[in-house]
T-cell receptor
Framework: RKEVEQDPGPFNVPEGATVAFNCTYS??????FFWYRQDCRKEPKLLMS???SGNEDGRFTAQLNRASQYISLLIRDSKLSDSATYLC????????????FGAGTRLAVHP | DAMVIQNPRYQVTQFGKPVTLSCSQT?????MYWYQQKSSQAPKLLFH???????NEADTPDNFQSRRPNTSFCFLDIRSPGLGDAAMYLC?????????????FGPGTRLTVL
């Protein structure tokens, strides 16, 4: 079983739609959680950290459920520029800043 | 301004011919990482340097080696590239440790093995 699992998609949505991505992780020692965005043939970039109480950054809302080992990302009012792959990432407690990446969920927003 | 720079952006090598990929950073970060990412897959950590301390992931093949001559530079050496080593190689940096320390990625080097 992969340490971080995501639905690969693609999610094809029209502009303005609301779309939600889910992610599960298997290591209960996971300590910190993030969503990274990766455009086609580019490097991953941090989109947002995910806090236990849930957090929002503009049109993006992230939620964490530690009991279920589940993370979500909600994108409201999708823009064409949101088209990318969204990587769910967890940091394991202890030691250095090791991140475990999911394979990503691809989002395609169309006019 | 570029913060994590990788050269070359595209590298073509022949089966079995050694190749070196380069990464440099202007962030003065303590930790530098090398990841391998194949198409539609997650970035996979190969190894990292915490200052001068080298840390190899348990499943990284011996074919992959790394050098960090100073804080700014880190190299990935592939001693005998196989067809299965064709991938995007991503360099990243972060400050020491800490729960929310962001990793900053370079643009990657796409390696083709003929």
């Amino acid at each position: 079983r992969k340490e971080v699992e995501q639905d690969p998609g693609p999610f094809n949505v029209p502009e303005g739609a609301t779309v939600a991505f889910n992610c599960t992780y298997s290591n209960s020692a996971s300590q910190s959680f993030f969503w990274y965005r990766q455009d086609c043939r580019k490097e991953p970039k941090l989109l947002m950290s995910v806090y236990s109480s849930g957090n929002e950054d503009g049109r993006f809302t992230a939620q964490l459920n530690r009991a279920s080992q589940y993370i979500s990302l909600l994108i409201r009012d999708s823009k064409l520029s949101d088209s990318a792959t969204y990587l769910c990432v967890v940091k394991i407690s202890g030691g250095y800043n090791k991140l475990i990446f999911g394979a990503g969920t691809r989002l395609a927003v169309h006019p | 301004d570029a913060m994590v720079i990788q050269n070359p952006r595209y590298q073509v090598t022949q089966f079995g011919k050694p190749v070196t990929l380069s990464c440099s950073q202007t962030l003065n970060h303590n930790v530098m990482y090398w990841y391998q990412q194949k198409s539609s897959q997650a970035p996979k950590l190969l190894f990292h340097y915490y200052d001068k301390d080298f840390n190899n992931e348990a499943d990284t093949p011996d074919n992959f080696q790394s050098r960090r001559p100073n804080t700014s530079f880190c190299f990935l050496d592939i001693r005998s590239p196989g067809l299965g080593d064709a991938a995007m190689y991503l360099c990243a940096t972060s400050r020491k440790t800490g729960d929310l320390n962001e990793q900053f990625f370079g643009p990657g080097t796409r390696l083709t093995v003929l």
